[in-house]
């Protein structure tokens, strides 16, 4: 089946620790996302890629980083520096037309040990 | 900056009520506006997307409507059942990227 797998589901880090949160998808889309939601809240912004190699910040990007060496994955590494990571991650796919609907993975739920 | 609003933030009906969600954005240039619904624990999926020239979308008991010169959408649900029980958020597509309103948590009851 074609869609996004994000993994672990579940993830855990200790203080000072890095951690880096998979997504990959085999939908052949250009553009990939990584959003955080906090409860009660919508989803935040915090990385895009339209393209291989390219990636621009979004709303929330301090404290994370990104990289997309290929088309199929674009993995967020939450480094110590984010003060707050505990949240919900969700990473998405679209085919880079604004016009077509962004495809969600399950999600990846960070917390601090 | 684009602002999403969702009104109500809950909302609880009896089983086969028609019901409305309403999202409100305050910048007028957008490419489209997605409708998803999130279960708990889990990702989006989308309902409907609405393109900024056209009016309204139509999927099986799902409506939804755009009035992007006032800045308003609805979500209607017709006959509700429980297993709409869920989370409808709405989201806005400016030059590049989505924003996204904080949500309405629906419960259908039997």
């Known amino acids: 089946d074609g869609g996004i797998t994000q993994s672990p589901k579940y993830l855990f880090r200790k203080e000072g620790q890095n951690v880096t949160l998979s997504c990959e998808q085999n939908?052949?889309?250009?553009?990939m996302y990584w959003y955080r939601q906090d409860p009660g809240q919508g989803l935040r912004l915090i990385y895009y890629?339209?393209?291989?190699?390219?990636?621009q910040k979004g709303d929330i990007a301090e404290g994370y980083s990104v990289s997309r060496e290929k088309k199929e994955s674009f993995p967020l590494t939450v480094t110590s520096a984010q003060k707050n990571p505990t949240a919900f991650y969700l990473c998405?796919?679209?085919?880079?037309?604004?016009?077509?609907?962004?495809?969600f993975g399950d999600g990846t739920r960070l917390s601090i040990l | 900056k684009q602002e999403v609003t969702q009104i109500p933030a809950a909302l609880s009906v009896p089983e086969g009520e028609n019901l409305v969600l309403n999202c409100s954005f305050t910048d007028s240039a957008i490419y489209n506006l997605q409708w998803f619904r999130q279960d708990p624990g889990k990702g989006l999926t989308s309902l409907l997307l609405i393109q900024s020239s056209q009016r309204e979308q139509t999927s099986g008991r799902l409506n939804a409507s755009l009035d992007k010169s006032s800045g308003r959408s609805t979500l209607y649900i017709a006959a509700s059942q429980p297993g709409d029980s869920a989370t409808y958020l709405c989201a806005v597509t400016g030059y590049s990227t989505l924003t996204f309103g904080k949500g309405t948590m629906l419960l259908v009851s039997p």
């Open positions: 998405a796919s679209s085919i880079g037309n604004q016009n077509q609907p962004q495809h």
């Open positions: 890629s339209q393209i291989v190699n390219d990636f």
């Open positions: 939908l052949n889309h250009d553009a």
